[in-house]
């Protein structure tokens, strides 16, 4: 009896696994329909109420601020392709499951570079910053609306671990939103991004993990 039970899941994971193959396109359009609708929600939202932080032209050749906008690309895009490949159930997400480690490996790179080249009374004032309280909310805030396309999209597919999928979604989501918020924080300092960034990231990932629980069941 259990060998059948274990015979007809696998027999309806291949048969959904083949389904969603057969859906690819039209699964690859609805990701970036609904991922693009959310972010558009975001992005109308930081250029209605924020906007660009005053110096942001005069600071494009500045390692520290564009490093910020480097760290948020490398979470949105590393968890965008491991939330895809989780769309798909009995997928081996492979390299993707390590992938969401380089933008933590990038900030303590960089914060160790920061170590070497700034003096160690001043580490402390630029961990803390400026905008800390402002970095805790909203980067998750900004997630929210990208976190619910990404929902809708892998409601399309058949995820086998929906809160693995759900948190993947949810880290894509927040390095969305960080980037846009990198245009309106005036803390540069990798200490600052090593910190608050990451901090603000695991909200929304932990958020990610257990809705997927619940919304991506099947």
């Known amino acids: 009896m259990v060998e059948d039970e274990t015979m007809k899941t696998e027999d309806l994971i291949a048969a959904l696994a083949a389904d969603n193959d057969t859906k690819s396109a039209p699964m690859s359009r609805t990701f970036a329909l609904d991922l693009g609708l959310g972010f558009l929600v975001s992005s109308l939202f930081f250029f209605v109420f924020l906007g660009l932080r005053p110096t942001f032209f005069s600071s494009l050749d500045e390692p520290r601020f564009l490093f910020k906008f480097l760290f948020s690309l490398t979470l949105a895009v590393t968890g965008l392709v491991l939330a895809w490949r989780l769309s798909r ?14 933008a933590p490996v990038l900030v303590i790179v960089a914060s160790l570079v920061e170590m070497a080249v700034v003096p160690s009374s001043q580490w402390e004032a630029r961990m803390i910053g400026h905008n800390a309280v402002h970095c805790l909310t909203l980067i998750p805030f900004m997630s929210l609306a990208p976190l619910a396309g990404l929902f809708l999209a892998l409601r399309h597919g058949a995820p086998s671990d929906p809160h693995r999928a759900g948190a993947a979604a949810a880290l894509a989501s927040a390095g969305l939103a960080a980037f846009l918020y ?21 909200i929304v990932v932990a958020l990610g993990w257990f809705a997927g629980g619940r919304l991506l069941r099947w």
Not at 182 to 202: E, L
């Open 182 to 202: 990198a245009a309106n924080c005036p803390d540069d300092s990798p200490f600052f991004v090593a910190v608050w960034y990451m901090i603000a990231t695991s």
């Open 89 to 102: 159930p009995g997928v081996d997400p492979g390299l993707a499951r390590r992938a969401v480690f380089l």
